[in-house]
């Protein structure tokens, strides 16, 4: 278990110093567009996947207000500038237990609009998870940018054995 979670460990710190945004299949031709991550966390208070584009100031209070409504006190929300940025959030819905996570791995301009990959991570065999309900989420900041929004989904399992 602890050369599991050193493993893990080491992982993670590669991903810090790497292009973590990058998924696979994009390429150097599209890069990811920058963004940063507002709140993520395992429990909220929306219990069906739900991704939703936020452009203006009292839609993103009401969705801050469902993705905290766990927690107590609940935290008011960071001020963003809407004439200058967009956020998207990312819900996964509940899960029966932890191990789950959902975030934006990309974002790809293309010639239709903003890709928005979606990255959901799943607990495979042998993986050790916490018996509780979860429901995982994510909040992101990125340049305002008035094209479509397109959401792609990509589910990666863990291996834990």
Same mark, same amino acid.
């Given at each position: 278990?602890?050369?599991?979670? +050193?493993? +893990?460990?080491?992982?993670?710190? &590669?991903? +810090?110093?790497?292009?973590?945004? /990058? @998924? #696979?299949?994009?390429?150097?031709?599209? #890069?990811?567009?920058?963004?940063?991550? =507002?709140?993520?966390?395992?429990?909220?208070?929306?219990? !069906?996947?739900?991704?939703? =584009?936020?452009?203006?100031?009292? @839609?993103? %209070? &009401?969705?801050?207000?469902?993705?905290? /409504?766990?927690?107590? *006190?609940?935290?008011? #929300? *960071?001020?963003?500038?809407?004439?200058?940025?967009? =956020?998207?959030?990312?819900? +996964?819905?509940?899960?029966?237990? $932890? $191990?789950?996570?959902?975030? =934006?791995?990309?974002?790809? *301009?293309?010639?239709?609009?903003?890709? %928005?990959?979606?990255?959901?991570?799943?607990?495979?065999?042998?993986?050790?998870?916490?018996?509780?309900?979860?429901? *995982?989420?994510?909040?992101? !900041?990125? &340049?305002?940018?008035? /094209?479509?929004?397109?959401?792609? !989904?990509? %589910?990666?399992?863990?291996?834990?054995?």
């Amino acid at each position: 278990m602890i050369h599991h979670l +050193l493993r +893990l460990g080491v992982a993670g710190a &590669a991903c +810090l110093m790497t292009a973590c945004a /990058a @998924t #696979p299949g994009d390429s150097a031709a599209s #890069p990811s567009a920058p963004f940063e991550v =507002v709140l993520s966390g395992r429990h909220s208070g929306v219990y !069906k996947q739900y991704f939703t =584009v936020i452009r203006d100031s009292e @839609t993103f %209070v &009401a969705v801050w207000r469902r993705a905290t /409504a766990r927690q107590y *006190p609940q935290p008011a #929300p *960071p001020e963003i500038d809407f004439s200058r940025s967009m =956020v998207i959030a990312v819900f +996964l819905g509940e899960r029966r237990s $932890g $191990g789950y996570q959902i975030g =934006v791995g990309a974002l790809t *301009p293309s010639p239709g609009g903003l890709r %928005v990959t979606v990255r959901e991570t799943r607990p495979g065999a042998g993986c050790n998870t916490t018996q509780a309900l979860t429901e *995982p989420f994510e909040i992101i !900041k990125t &340049a305002t940018d008035a /094209a479509p929004v397109h959401f792609q !989904k990509q %589910v990666v399992t863990n291996s834990c054995d």
